[in-house]
């Protein structure tokens, strides 16, 4: 089973230069997320989404869009990149909104 | 601001030894989790503990939930080295999606 994929795993952006990163799960999850990991800082909730069609801020929502057009799928787009985007991004998905969640490999972005 | 807080920071003990990491959160919960991220990895779901439990068992984990004094450890028997990661604790906001803390790195010796 492939669970969560990610993708791209690794890409460079300039500043200013927008790019999409993709995340699909297979588990029929209704919950996905897209999380944000910088050292010493955990895990930060970016945007979520609650069911096909929909999606919600997080925590850190600014200079991030996010699409859910299908229920397998959880788009998160960077508009206008900056240096402060640079980090490791996680998509995760569940069952529950408080239960356990499946996590990708990561996507690490980097902004020159 | 972070729901769930880890301490230690970092931990480096001897193989065969035992890892205890903690977390204290601010605000009710209908459950905590545990995770673990091995470097350059996604996050592993180790274990979840309801409100209305207070220990629980997986194998080598043990976790223990102190609703009183809004903490909770994850006990780690007879390390290996490959238990070197980091380990996180997530909690739900009030119900909510889950919020995760900044998490304890452990390095297990061999």
């Known amino acids: 089973n492939a669970g969560v994929t990610q993708t791209p795993k690794f890409r460079v952006l300039k500043t200013g230069q927008s790019m999409t990163l993709l995340c699909a799960q297979d588990?029929?999850?209704?919950?996905m997320y897209w999380y944000r990991q910088d050292p010493g800082m955990g895990l930060r909730l970016i945007h979520y989404?609650?069911?096909?069609?929909?999606?919600a801020k997080g925590e850190v929502p600014d200079g991030y869009n996010v699409s859910r057009l299908k229920k397998q799928n959880f788009l998160l787009g960077l508009e206008s990149a900056a240096p402060s985007q640079t980090s490791v991004y996680f998509c995760?998905?569940?069952?529950?909104?408080?239960?356990?969640?499946?996590f990708g490999e990561g996507s690490r972005l980097t902004v020159l | 601001s972070q729901q769930g807080e880890e301490d230690p920071q970092a931990l480096s003990i001897q193989e065969g030894e035992n890892a205890t990491m903690n977390c204290s959160y601010k605000?009710?919960?209908?459950?905590l989790q545990w995770y673990r991220q091995n470097s350059g990895r996604g996050l592993v779901h180790l274990i979840l503990?309801?409100?209305?439990?207070r220990e629980k068992h997986s194998g080598r984990l043990r976790v223990t939930l102190d609703t009183s004094k809004k903490s909770s450890s994850l006990l780690i028997t007879a390390s290996r080295a490959a238990d070197t990661a980091s380990y996180f604790c997530?909690?739900?906001?009030?119900?909510?999606?889950?919020?995760f803390g900044a998490g304890t790195i452990l390095r297990v010796k061999s």
């Open positions: 995760a998905s569940s069952y529950h909104i408080t239960g356990e969640l499946f």
């Open positions: 588990m029929n999850h209704e919950y």
């Open positions: 989404s609650v069911g096909e069609g929909t999606t």
């Open positions: 605000t009710s919960i209908n459950n």
């Open positions: 503990i309801r409100s209305n439990e």
């Open positions: 997530a909690t739900d906001d009030y119900g909510n999606k889950l919020v």
